[in-house]
């Protein structure tokens, strides 16, 4: 028999160390503090029919009741405030609180139904026969609307309490009297119609709040005031703001804009994502350079709008812009529909940068009056700021009245670095796409479809005021406009090539017109 030897090393006991559950309990400690969890996070009901503002709101079956209980309620980042489907709130929401990263407040809904409804309006009770009139009836009504309603039916404003007995569907107000005549003259008191008289600001208001969120809410008939408040408004005062995320929000009928995310003096507002957003017939005033400036305004006054994504989203029948872009930066705007404008359906302005315009169509525009494009991009601003790096990519732009799309200097600043690339642009009342004023720089058009519209199919329109617009027009196909040549030139330096450019209908007949070049 073998015997085998073997050799073990010197054994080592570890060092003492303190229990692994008394670690694993400090570790636990330190990560609950530095990171907020959601389960913390409490989800609010509201009821307006059978809410009670002394419940305590955690369940379907103890809601809140108002808007007002909301307004002057603390919450903690990722707590949820949901509103009951169906029902509608006269009241304006006041967001109280800010959320965190990666845990915003979030505004929603729960139940079956119809989106809940946050109206600026109140329902007008107590008619009586105006004194000597037949189809004018009066109320009380305290504060000065400026929109009032007849079944959802917007009615007409007025100059005078004598007009009203003669114009169907038409109001006044003077001295808390609001004064009406019914579309089809009848009592208001018994004809079994609601009338609707718009009273706050805003339907949502939103000051100097970061990381918070809006989902499937319904926003209506909000009357605005002296400093432009709009059915969904975000702004600064003391500092920036951040992360405000919209889905599925509707805002219609509101006297100024229905969204509207403003900065103040030196502030920003940034990262904010919109998505699937609906504007409607806002803007609502009785000319349309007296209310709003779109059914969505992004407004960098005095500060800036940055890294704000806009997609899949649907602007209409406003009576002034359907987007309206003033310094924006960093921005993305991505198969959007904005149709039937008052102006133009989307307005890039004063000193807007990087702005990115794909996919979706912008028709119909300037319905109303204004600069009426489908797409417009001005220099407009102050003198040390122009417009620049904007590139629109793939979108579908028809039926316009000024023109489908317009690069325009409007004051001192020129534009740079404009790029058009595969659009498909038609059948616009006068000229498919416009380049006007001078100084322009790198004004790029590439692989577009431009064809059957009612004036140039392409123009760069330069003056001799100043330098000539430069840029390049490559593989583009221009055919059948209707009222000028398909490439007009004026004051501009181009590289042009692999373009087809044929049966424009020009009293000259040409169709390419190159004239006078600065020297």
Known sequence: MTTKFYTFSKFKAPKSRPPFSLIHLLLMLFLFLLFPTPSLANIYYLDAINGQDNNNGLSESTPWKTIAKVNASNFNP??????????????????????????????????????????????????????????????????????????????TKVS?????????????????????????????????????????????????????????????????DATGSSGFDVKTSTGNVSNINLTSIESSYNYQSGFRFKTETTHTISYC???????????????????????????????????????????????????????????????????????????IEDASDTITVSGGSYYNGGQVGGDSNGIGIGGIGDSNRSSANITVDGVEMYGNVNGNIEIARTNSNALSNITVKRCKIHNGLAAGIGITGYGHSNIFLE???????????????????????????????????????????LYSELTIKNNVISTNINVDGQEIYVGDIQN
């Open 273 to 347: 994502t919109l998505t699937s957003l609906t504007g409607s017939y806002n803007c609502a005033g009785d000319y349309v350079e007296t209310a709003g400036n779109g059914d969505i305004f992004l407004y960098g006054h005095g500060g800036v709008v940055d890294h704000v994504t806009l997609t899949n989203s649907t602007f209409h029948n406003s009576r002034y812009f359907g987007i309206d872009i003033t310094h924006v930066t960093n921005s993305t705007i991505s198969n959007c529909v904005a149709h039937d404008s008052g102006s133009s359906n989307l307005n």
């Open 160 to 224: 005078s309490r004598a007009l009203v007995e003669s114009m169907a569907s038409s109001w006044y107000w003077a001295s808390n009297v609001l004064y009406i005549r019914p579309s089809d003259g009848s009592n208001p008191s018994t004809n079994g119609k609601t009338y609707e008289v718009s009273q706050r600001a805003s339907c949502i208001a939103m000051v100097d709040k970061s990381y918070v969120s809006f989902e499937n809410l319904k926003l209506q008939y909000a009357n605005s």
């Open 447 to 489: 692989y577009n479809l431009i064809y059957s519209n009612g004036g140039h199919g392409i123009y760069y329109l330069g003056t001799s005021q100043g330098s000539n617009i430069t840029g390049h027009v490559y593989n583009n196909t221009v055919y059948g406009n209707t009222a000028g040549a398909g490439m007009w030139i």
């Open 78 to 155: 990722g707590d949820q405030i949901l509103f009951k489907r169906g029902a509608v709130w006269r009241e304006q929401l006041n967001v109280p609180s800010s959320g965190g990263p990666g845990l915003p407040i979030l505004f929603g809904s729960y139940g079956a139904g119809n989106s809940p409804i946050i109206s600026g309006a109140d329902i007008i009770s107590g008619w009586s026969l105006d004194s000597g009139a037949n189809y004018a009836y009066k109320a009380t009504v305290a504060a000065s609307p400026n929109m009032v309603f007849e079944d959802g039916a917007r009615m």
